[in-house]
């Protein structure tokens, strides 16, 4: 055997040359992975925990393995830790400084264990916790939501579809399908959760291993819910990332249609709505401009999580079991997914509860593009008038509208009868924007009265989930 062996490799033994530099960068992971030293820690001391129970480790060296890695955390957490690429990752920067601490007794502790085993609990104890996270944040967001919807139960806009004024809705009835989106969001993270929390870790490299280990008693002490069934699965499986990424995606999507009304109705042409002015900027070159910034980028991230998403699915397209270094591929995707989508919750959870809303503005849209013919059709109808006719009938009046550049409230009613005699002045109550709104006095419609009971239904949905 040469002297050139690498020295410092804690898999040095059947080399004959050390890895060459490049290679040995372009292998490592250790420059994203520490993120997930805390995790690394905790589920080797519970290895160890575990294996001193199961007589494989003496109570002794499992001791001086546990108070060794419980130093280790701290050292890194005050920043006192020397990371080495050349130890390739966080699992064997972990390993190699706890045998530098307390001796000998650090070799024991890969016992019945591989990197493979080990990586994947690591991931999977990281992403429960930031599912945690990014529930409470999306939650914080949500009662900001339903705060916004009671104080503006009764504020009238236009409700469009393909973005032409439709029916006059409430603006609280609009914030309270953004809070419908994310409701299921949180549903999908919470069903997410319980596939990410199963422990993969006694599977060792991928046929599991010799020791008489108690896997119940690791995933115990860790906190999973479950232990994986077979050993080539749980080191070869990344469905619990990709279903991340794919509920991420859908959050990021919601959260971008969100963006875009807040970008449009921000504008001087709609007019809707103010930002604060803390989560704007201005334009280096035009003065006057006072740019929506924040909902702008929230939108454009939606981006890079669909595409982390991809990135996901083909990482793990056609490998074979189990585990391949491929793998190693899924943390950055990953990570910067769970980054992006708890920041961009963050910054609507800051920035909504302070819209400022031009109640004005909405109402004058209202008023135009004929937001009351539906009601009047429903009015006929209840006239004895088959809604087919009414619609035509409506339809003729509306015409006399755009002609004369009125909405229907505004003429007389003489001018309405000429279109169905039936008509009397009680239509002037259906044409009214309140009239209209408070009509759809029904669950799920937009009527204030509706609104108000539906926020305390949100209320009381919030409240279960801290009971949780
Ligand atoms: N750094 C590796 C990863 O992220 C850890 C597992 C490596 N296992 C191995 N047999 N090379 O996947």
Request: net charge negative.
């Amino acid at each position: 055997m040469s002297d050139d062996k690498p020295a410092d490799k804690l898999w040095g033994g059947r080399f004959n040359e050390p890895t060459d530099a490049f290679v040995e960068d372009f292998t490592a992971s250790v420059g994203f992975d520490r993120r997930l030293y805390r995790q690394d820690i905790a589920g080797s001391i519970a290895h160890a925990t575990m294996l001193a129970r199961a007589g494989v480790l003496s109570e002794d060296d499992a001791k001086s393995i546990v108070t060794g890695l419980e130093a280790i955390r701290d050292d890194i957490e005050a920043g006192r830790f020397d990371w080495s690429v050349g130890l390739e990752d966080v699992h064997m920067n972990v390993e190699a400084r706890l045998t530098e601490r307390v001796g000998d007794v650090g070799k024991r502790l890969h016992t019945g264990r591989s990197r493979n085993d080990q990586v994947a609990t690591d991931i999977r104890l990281w992403l429960r916790d930031e599912i945690d996270i990014t529930c409470a944040t999306l939650r914080r967001l949500m009662a900001g939501l339903v705060g916004l919807a009671e104080r503006e139960a009764e504020t009238i806009m236009p409700g469009f579809t393909h973005l032409q004024v439709a029916q006059p809705v409430t603006f609280g009835h609009h914030v309270l399908a953004w809070f419908e989106m994310l409701k299921r969001d949180h549903g999908r993270l919470l069903d997410c959760r319980k596939r990410v929390n199963v422990m993969p870790l006694g599977a060792a490299a991928l046929a599991g291993t010799s020791y008489p280990i108690d896997r119940t008693v690791t995933a115990e002490l860790l906190g999973f819910d479950d232990v994986a069934e077979n050993s080539l699965d749980a080191v070869s499986d990344r469905d619990f990332a990709i279903e991340y990424c794919a509920t991420a995606s859908l959050v990021m999507m919601h959260l971008s249609r969100i963006a875009e009304e807040l970008v449009l109705w921000s504008s001087a042409q709609f007019d809707f709505i103010t930002l604060p002015d803390r989560f704007c900027t201005g334009s280096s070159i035009m003065p006057q401009k006072k740019n929506p910034d924040v909902p702008e980028l929230v939108r454009g991230k939606s981006g890079r999580v669909y595409g982390h998403l991809v990135s996901l699915l083909t990482l793990m397209k056609s490998q074979p079991l189990a585990y391949n270094k491929d793998n190693q591929e899924d943390k950055e995707p990953l990570f910067d997914t769970v980054d992006t989508v708890k920041d961009s919750l963050r910054a609507f959870a800051d920035m909504l509860p302070e819209l400022g809303i031009n109640a004005e503005r909405m109402r004058a849209a209202a008023r135009q593009g004929f937001a009351t013919a539906t009601d009047l059709a429903d009015y006929l109808v209840r006239q004895g008038m088959p809604f087919r006719d009414a619609h035509e009938v409506v339809g003729k009046a509306v015409r006399l509208g755009v002609e004369s550049g009125r909405d229907l409230a505004d003429m007389t009613l003489e001018e309405l009868q000429r279109f169905s005699p039936t008509i009397s002045a009680d239509v002037f109550d259906v044409l009214s924007l309140e009239g209209s709104v408070a009509a759809r006095d029904h669950l799920g419609g937009t009527a204030p009265a509706q609104v108000r009971a539906a926020t305390q239904r949100a209320h009381a949905w919030l409240d279960a989930q801290q009971e949780e």
